[in-house]
Protein backbone atom coordinates (compact mmCIF):
# COMPACT_ATOMS: atom_id res chain seq x y z
CA UNK A 1 0.00 0.00 0.00
CA UNK A 2 2.73 2.38 0.91
CA UNK A 3 4.75 1.92 -2.57
CA UNK A 4 0.98 2.46 -4.27
CA UNK A 5 0.33 5.84 -1.81
CA UNK A 6 4.41 6.60 -3.35
CA UNK A 7 3.30 6.13 -7.16
CA UNK A 8 0.06 7.22 -7.07
CA UNK A 9 1.79 10.92 -5.44
CA UNK A 10 4.43 11.00 -8.20
CA UNK A 11 1.90 11.16 -11.02
CA UNK A 12 -0.16 13.56 -9.04
CA UNK A 13 3.43 15.66 -8.70
CA UNK A 14 4.00 15.13 -12.31
CA UNK A 15 0.50 16.51 -12.91
CA UNK A 16 0.80 19.35 -10.81
CA UNK A 17 4.27 20.54 -12.79
CA UNK A 18 2.69 20.13 -15.92
CA UNK A 19 -0.66 22.35 -15.14
CA UNK A 20 2.16 24.67 -14.03
CA UNK A 21 4.46 24.86 -17.10
CA UNK A 22 1.44 25.52 -19.19
CA UNK A 23 0.09 27.49 -17.05
CA UNK A 24 3.58 29.65 -17.51
CA UNK A 25 3.51 29.46 -20.87
CA UNK A 26 0.06 30.56 -21.41
CA UNK A 27 0.88 33.62 -19.63
CA UNK A 28 4.02 34.34 -21.74
CA UNK A 29 1.62 34.04 -24.74
CA UNK A 30 -0.58 36.61 -23.11
CA UNK A 31 2.37 38.74 -22.00
CA UNK A 32 3.99 38.84 -25.65
CA UNK A 33 0.35 39.20 -27.26
CA UNK A 34 -0.18 42.40 -25.33
CA UNK A 35 3.56 44.13 -25.56
CA UNK A 36 2.74 43.24 -29.68
CA UNK A 37 -0.65 44.82 -29.50
CA UNK A 38 0.53 47.93 -27.70
CA UNK A 39 3.33 48.22 -29.98
CA UNK A 40 0.81 47.60 -33.17
CA UNK A 41 -1.07 50.30 -31.88
CA UNK A 42 1.69 53.03 -30.61
CA UNK A 43 2.78 52.16 -34.33
CA UNK A 44 -0.19 53.25 -36.17
CA UNK A 45 -1.12 56.21 -33.89
CA UNK A 46 2.65 57.85 -34.27
CA UNK A 47 2.81 56.55 -37.85
CA UNK A 48 1.37 56.68 -41.52
CA UNK A 49 2.85 55.20 -44.31
CA UNK A 50 2.30 56.27 -47.90
CA UNK A 51 2.42 54.16 -51.01
CA UNK A 52 6.09 54.26 -51.69
CA UNK A 53 7.00 51.57 -49.28
CA UNK A 54 10.30 53.58 -49.01
CA UNK A 55 9.89 56.90 -47.43
CA UNK A 56 7.49 58.23 -44.63
CA UNK A 57 5.91 60.98 -45.71
CA UNK A 58 3.79 62.32 -43.29
CA UNK A 59 4.49 61.08 -39.61
CA UNK A 60 3.39 62.22 -35.93
CA UNK A 61 6.10 62.77 -33.11
CA UNK A 62 5.99 62.15 -29.64
CA UNK A 63 5.24 65.60 -29.04
CA UNK A 64 1.95 65.07 -31.34
CA UNK A 65 3.42 67.65 -33.95
CA UNK A 66 2.17 66.30 -37.44
CA UNK A 67 5.37 66.65 -40.30
CA UNK A 68 3.89 66.66 -43.53
CA UNK A 69 4.64 65.65 -46.75
CA UNK A 70 7.38 66.86 -48.41
CA UNK A 71 6.03 66.65 -52.02
CA UNK A 72 5.57 69.63 -54.06
CA UNK A 73 2.15 71.04 -54.97
CA UNK A 74 0.29 69.75 -57.83
CA UNK A 75 -0.84 72.06 -60.59
CA UNK A 76 -2.21 69.39 -62.74
CA UNK A 77 -3.90 67.45 -59.94
CA UNK A 78 -2.48 64.11 -61.09
CA UNK A 79 -0.26 62.67 -58.52
CA UNK A 80 1.00 58.93 -59.40
CA UNK A 81 2.71 57.17 -56.46
CA UNK A 82 5.10 54.66 -57.14
CA UNK A 83 6.92 52.47 -54.51
CA UNK A 84 10.13 54.18 -55.27
CA UNK A 85 9.41 58.03 -56.11
CA UNK A 86 6.15 59.98 -56.92
CA UNK A 87 5.14 62.36 -59.69
CA UNK A 88 2.24 65.14 -60.87
CA UNK A 89 1.52 63.90 -64.36
CA UNK A 90 0.51 67.03 -66.76
CA UNK A 91 -1.48 65.40 -69.61
CA UNK A 92 -0.96 68.46 -71.69
CA UNK A 93 2.81 68.12 -72.50
CA UNK A 94 2.68 63.97 -71.56
CA UNK A 95 4.97 63.96 -69.01
CA UNK A 96 5.48 64.76 -65.32
CA UNK A 97 5.61 68.35 -63.88
CA UNK A 98 7.57 67.07 -61.34
CA UNK A 99 9.11 63.78 -60.17
CA UNK A 100 10.08 63.47 -55.96
CA UNK A 101 11.60 61.39 -54.17
CA UNK A 102 14.22 60.57 -51.04
CA UNK A 103 17.95 59.71 -52.04
CA UNK A 104 19.94 58.10 -49.00
CA UNK A 105 22.95 57.18 -48.59
CA UNK A 106 21.96 53.83 -47.46
CA UNK A 107 20.69 53.71 -50.89
CA UNK A 108 23.34 54.65 -52.91
CA UNK A 109 26.06 52.30 -50.96
CA UNK A 110 23.86 49.25 -52.30
CA UNK A 111 25.24 47.23 -55.29
CA UNK A 112 24.01 48.49 -58.37
CA UNK A 113 21.28 45.84 -60.09
CA UNK A 114 21.87 45.99 -63.79
CA UNK A 115 19.86 48.93 -66.00
CA UNK A 116 16.51 48.29 -67.30
CA UNK A 117 16.47 48.21 -70.92
CA UNK A 118 12.53 48.31 -71.53
CA UNK A 119 10.96 51.96 -71.01
CA UNK A 120 7.35 51.22 -70.23
CA UNK A 121 4.17 52.65 -70.51
CA UNK A 122 3.00 54.29 -67.31
CA UNK A 123 -0.58 52.29 -66.58
CA UNK A 124 -1.25 54.08 -63.21
CA UNK A 125 -1.60 57.61 -65.02
CA UNK A 126 -5.22 57.86 -65.69
CA UNK A 127 -5.22 59.74 -69.33
CA UNK A 128 -2.02 57.07 -70.10
CA UNK A 129 1.20 57.96 -70.61
CA UNK A 130 3.53 58.78 -73.55
CA UNK A 131 4.79 55.95 -75.14
CA UNK A 132 8.13 54.73 -76.34
CA UNK A 133 7.85 55.12 -79.83
CA UNK A 134 6.77 58.88 -79.55
CA UNK A 135 10.50 59.84 -79.14
CA UNK A 136 11.39 56.98 -81.72
CA UNK A 137 13.20 59.15 -85.32
CA UNK A 138 12.34 62.72 -83.16
CA UNK A 139 16.13 63.85 -82.36
CA UNK A 140 15.66 63.82 -78.74
CA UNK A 141 16.55 60.90 -75.50
CA UNK A 142 14.26 59.79 -73.22
CA UNK A 143 15.40 61.65 -69.94
CA UNK A 144 15.33 60.21 -66.73
CA UNK A 145 13.75 62.69 -63.99
CA UNK A 146 14.39 59.99 -61.23
CA UNK A 147 17.78 58.85 -62.98
CA UNK A 148 18.33 55.21 -63.06
CA UNK A 149 21.18 55.87 -61.15
CA UNK A 150 19.81 56.77 -57.90
CA UNK A 151 17.47 53.71 -58.51
CA UNK A 152 19.65 51.38 -59.07
CA UNK A 153 19.89 49.62 -55.51
CA UNK A 154 17.07 47.54 -56.08
CA UNK A 155 15.10 45.69 -59.17
CA UNK A 156 11.89 47.23 -58.77
CA UNK A 157 13.08 50.73 -58.20
CA UNK A 158 15.40 50.41 -61.60
CA UNK A 159 12.27 49.45 -63.20
CA UNK A 160 9.67 52.15 -62.12
CA UNK A 161 12.47 54.48 -63.12
CA UNK A 162 11.98 53.41 -66.83
CA UNK A 163 8.19 54.28 -66.69
CA UNK A 164 7.57 56.61 -69.84
CA UNK A 165 5.76 59.08 -67.07
CA UNK A 166 9.62 59.34 -65.57
CA UNK A 167 10.83 61.15 -69.19
CA UNK A 168 11.29 64.40 -70.68
CA UNK A 169 12.72 65.01 -74.05
CA UNK A 170 16.16 65.77 -73.71
CA UNK A 171 18.96 66.81 -76.48
CA UNK A 172 21.49 64.35 -76.69
CA UNK A 173 24.11 66.63 -75.38
CA UNK A 174 22.37 67.67 -72.39
CA UNK A 175 20.91 64.20 -71.33
CA UNK A 176 25.22 63.00 -71.33
CA UNK A 177 26.62 66.04 -70.50
CA UNK A 178 25.52 68.73 -68.31
CA UNK A 179 22.89 66.70 -67.11
CA UNK A 180 24.88 63.90 -66.15
CA UNK A 181 27.07 65.67 -64.54
CA UNK A 182 24.23 67.21 -62.34
CA UNK A 183 22.83 63.49 -61.79
CA UNK A 184 26.17 62.68 -60.54
CA UNK A 185 26.69 65.92 -58.20
CA UNK A 186 23.27 64.96 -56.43
CA UNK A 187 24.38 61.02 -55.98
CA UNK A 188 27.09 62.73 -54.25
CA UNK A 189 25.37 64.99 -52.17
CA UNK A 190 23.45 62.85 -51.40
CA UNK A 191 26.50 60.33 -49.98
CA UNK A 192 27.90 63.24 -48.26
CA UNK A 193 24.52 64.60 -46.17
CA UNK A 194 23.37 60.64 -45.42
CA UNK A 195 19.75 62.06 -46.76
CA UNK A 196 18.69 64.67 -49.43
CA UNK A 197 15.08 65.25 -50.72
CA UNK A 198 14.98 65.55 -54.74
CA UNK A 199 12.72 67.10 -56.48
CA UNK A 200 13.17 67.39 -60.47
CA UNK A 201 11.40 67.99 -63.46
CA UNK A 202 10.95 69.98 -66.95
CA UNK A 203 10.28 73.94 -67.06
CA UNK A 204 6.52 73.25 -68.90
CA UNK A 205 5.32 77.30 -68.96
CA UNK A 206 4.25 79.12 -71.31
CA UNK A 207 7.21 80.07 -73.83
CA UNK A 208 9.42 77.08 -72.43
CA UNK A 209 8.11 74.85 -74.75
CA UNK A 210 10.65 74.09 -78.28
CA UNK A 211 8.10 71.81 -80.04
CA UNK A 212 5.73 68.69 -79.81
CA UNK A 213 7.15 64.84 -80.68
CA UNK A 214 5.21 61.96 -81.28
CA UNK A 215 1.59 60.81 -81.94
CA UNK A 216 0.88 61.95 -78.31
CA UNK A 217 2.28 65.32 -78.88
CA UNK A 218 4.99 65.40 -76.22
CA UNK A 219 6.28 68.64 -75.38
CA UNK A 220 9.83 69.56 -75.31
CA UNK A 221 11.27 72.18 -72.93
CA UNK A 222 14.11 74.46 -73.24
CA UNK A 223 14.86 73.89 -69.29
CA UNK A 224 15.02 71.11 -66.74
CA UNK A 225 15.25 71.94 -62.92
CA UNK A 226 16.43 69.85 -59.75
CA UNK A 227 15.53 71.20 -56.23
CA UNK A 228 18.07 69.68 -53.41
CA UNK A 229 17.02 69.71 -50.20
CA UNK A 230 19.20 68.90 -47.07
CA UNK A 231 16.53 68.83 -43.96
CA UNK A 232 18.75 67.61 -41.52
CA UNK A 233 20.33 69.55 -38.72
CA UNK A 234 22.85 71.49 -37.81
CA UNK A 235 23.05 72.25 -41.50
CA UNK A 236 20.21 72.46 -43.18
CA UNK A 237 20.17 73.99 -46.89
CA UNK A 238 18.78 73.88 -49.81
CA UNK A 239 20.40 74.71 -53.35
CA UNK A 240 18.32 74.26 -57.13
CA UNK A 241 19.71 74.08 -60.68
CA UNK A 242 18.20 75.29 -64.07
CA UNK A 243 19.09 73.35 -66.95
CA UNK A 244 19.37 74.37 -70.58
CA UNK A 245 18.40 71.48 -72.94
CA UNK A 246 21.07 71.72 -75.08
CA UNK A 247 25.02 71.38 -75.02
CA UNK A 248 26.67 73.14 -72.76
CA UNK A 249 30.46 74.38 -71.88
CA UNK A 250 29.66 76.35 -68.59
CA UNK A 251 30.69 75.04 -64.83
CA UNK A 252 27.83 73.13 -62.96
CA UNK A 253 27.92 76.60 -60.35
CA UNK A 254 26.60 78.49 -63.20
CA UNK A 255 23.14 77.02 -63.18
CA UNK A 256 22.72 77.04 -59.61
CA UNK A 257 19.80 79.45 -58.41
CA UNK A 258 16.93 79.73 -55.88
CA UNK A 259 14.01 77.96 -55.46
CA UNK A 260 11.90 80.90 -55.26
CA UNK A 261 13.83 81.37 -59.41
CA UNK A 262 12.61 77.91 -60.12
CA UNK A 263 8.92 78.31 -58.56
CA UNK A 264 8.89 82.03 -60.33
CA UNK A 265 9.69 80.50 -63.60
CA UNK A 266 7.55 76.68 -63.09
CA UNK A 267 4.46 78.42 -61.01
CA UNK A 268 5.31 75.31 -58.85
CA UNK A 269 4.72 75.85 -54.59
CA UNK A 270 7.64 73.17 -53.26
CA UNK A 271 7.98 72.41 -49.67
CA UNK A 272 5.05 74.75 -48.63
CA UNK A 273 3.71 72.15 -46.72
CA UNK A 274 6.80 70.69 -45.36
CA UNK A 275 8.69 73.26 -44.00
CA UNK A 276 7.71 75.89 -41.30
CA UNK A 277 7.37 79.47 -43.47
CA UNK A 278 9.82 80.82 -41.59
CA UNK A 279 12.45 78.17 -42.37
CA UNK A 280 10.92 77.85 -46.02
CA UNK A 281 11.75 81.60 -46.45
CA UNK A 282 15.49 81.53 -45.67
CA UNK A 283 15.70 78.11 -47.22
CA UNK A 284 14.32 79.28 -50.86
CA UNK A 285 15.51 82.36 -51.51
CA UNK A 286 19.18 81.68 -50.94
CA UNK A 287 21.81 79.35 -51.82
CA UNK A 288 25.74 79.01 -51.19
CA UNK A 289 27.42 77.16 -53.04
CA UNK A 290 30.13 76.05 -51.42
CA UNK A 291 27.88 74.30 -49.02
CA UNK A 292 27.92 71.48 -52.20
CA UNK A 293 30.79 70.01 -53.11
CA UNK A 294 31.55 69.99 -56.87
CA UNK A 295 33.93 67.64 -58.66
CA UNK A 296 35.76 69.49 -61.31
CA UNK A 297 37.10 67.11 -62.82
CA UNK A 298 33.87 65.39 -63.42
CA UNK A 299 33.27 68.85 -65.33
CA UNK A 300 36.45 68.70 -67.41
CA UNK A 301 35.15 65.02 -68.15
CA UNK A 302 32.08 66.58 -69.78
CA UNK A 303 33.61 68.92 -71.62
CA UNK A 304 36.42 66.60 -73.12
CA UNK A 305 34.00 63.45 -73.65
CA UNK A 306 30.38 63.28 -72.59
CA UNK A 307 29.90 66.32 -74.39
CA UNK A 308 30.43 64.91 -77.83
CA UNK A 309 28.73 61.60 -77.45
Known amino acids: MTKLRRNHNKTK ?10 GF ?17 EESKNYTYNRTGHEVLITEDESGEIKKSFLPESTTGEVIRHKYYTLSYDESHEQAEWVAYKLTKRSLQLPN ?20 NDYTRSG ?17 AMQESFFMSNMSPQTKECNGGIWRELEEATRD ?9 IVTGPVLSKGHILKKIGRNKVSVPDLFYKIILDNKAPDIKAIAFLIPNERSEKPLSEYAVTIDKVEEI ?8 YLDSDLENILESQFDISDWRIDKRRYHQRVKN ?4
Not at 26 to 39: C, G, H, K
Not at 113 to 125: C, G, I, N, P, S
Not at 306 to 309: I, L
Open 13 to 22: SNVITILRVI
Open 25 to 41: IIAIIVMMFYLWNSATS
Open 113 to 132: VKRAREFRTDKAVSTQSARH
Open 140 to 156: FTRGHMAPAGDMAFCKE
Open 189 to 197: WGYDNKEVY
Open 266 to 273: TGIDFFAD
Open 306 to 309: WNGR
